[in-house]
């Protein structure tokens, strides 16, 4: 079974802290994408990695895909109130089917 | 991009009846998923939609509780059968295009069963 651990589970920080989120698995992916999803809402895309060690940024996030293509890294700079959110990384294998493997979320808090 | 119609956007239903979900999107998708969201929580799989033939379902998901239908490339149902307390939970649907690497999703369907 393919699994998708994210750390930390919960994060609570001030408004203009930097955090780091983890996205880590035993398995190789394809490629691996991060959401965000707001309350009421579906997820919303923020990126795809596909190759190992891409490092994407996006105004203030930056996003790693690890060398093996196992494990990613978001990064959040001077984080504001509006990044607060549940935020998913899923990984995709196209290893017998093609579909995405969540990780477990990380919900995130930013504090005014 | 594509857009995705998700109905209904909630219900509360009586345990022992049957819901069926519908979406719709707006452009023609080879790939489209159904997932199961607890409040708060991360996304599981429940089975993959096939345009013309039966659904590839995950462990732990089977065709005579979860009966999902795909007959063209922009519409599919999911229906919750039997239901029980315990599918209480949000429904998504998703499609991607194969080796686009990007996925977009329906706002989802809250289900209470009491």
């Known amino acids: 079974t393919q699994l998708l651990e994210q750390s930390p589970q919960f994060l609570s920080i001030q408004e203009g802290e930097n955090l780091t989120v983890y996205c880590n698995s035993s398995?190789?992916?394809?490629?691996l994408q991060w959401y965000r999803q707001e309350p009421g809402e579906g997820p919303v895309l923020l990126v795809t990695?596909?190759?190992?060690?891409e490092v994407k940024k996006l105004k203030r996030l930056t996003f790693q895909f690890g060398d093996a293509r196992k494990d990613s890294s978001l990064h959040i700079t001077a984080a504001q109130p509006g990044d607060t959110g549940l935020y998913l990384c899923?990984?995709?294998?196209?290893?017998?089917?093609?579909?995405?493997?969540f990780g477990t979320g990380t919900r995130l808090k930013v504090l005014a | 991009s594509a857009v995705i119609s998700q109905k209904p956007s909630r219900d509360i239903c009586q345990r022992g009846t049957s819901l069926t979900i519908q979406c719709q999107v707006d452009?023609?998708?080879?790939?489209m998923f159904w997932y199961r969201q607890q409040p708060g929580q991360s996304l599981t799989l429940i089975a993959t939609?096939?345009?013309?033939?039966?659904?590839?379902?995950e462990s732990g998901f089977v065709i005579d509780k979860f009966p999902i239908s795909r007959p063209n490339l922009t519409f599919s149902t999911l229906t919750v059968s039997n239901m029980s307390p315990e599918d209480s939970s949000i429904y998504l649907c998703?499609?991607?295009?194969?080796?686009?690497?990007?996925?977009?999703f329906g706002a989802g369907t809250r289900l209470s069963v009491l």
């Open positions: 998703s499609v991607a295009g194969q080796g686009q690497n990007i996925q977009y």
């Open positions: 398995s190789v992916f394809s490629s």
């Open positions: 990695v596909v190759t190992g060690g």
């Open positions: 899923a990984g995709l294998t196209t290893s017998g089917t093609y579909k995405y493997i």
């Open positions: 452009s023609q998708v080879t790939m």
């Open positions: 939609a096939n345009q013309g033939s039966e659904a590839t379902y």
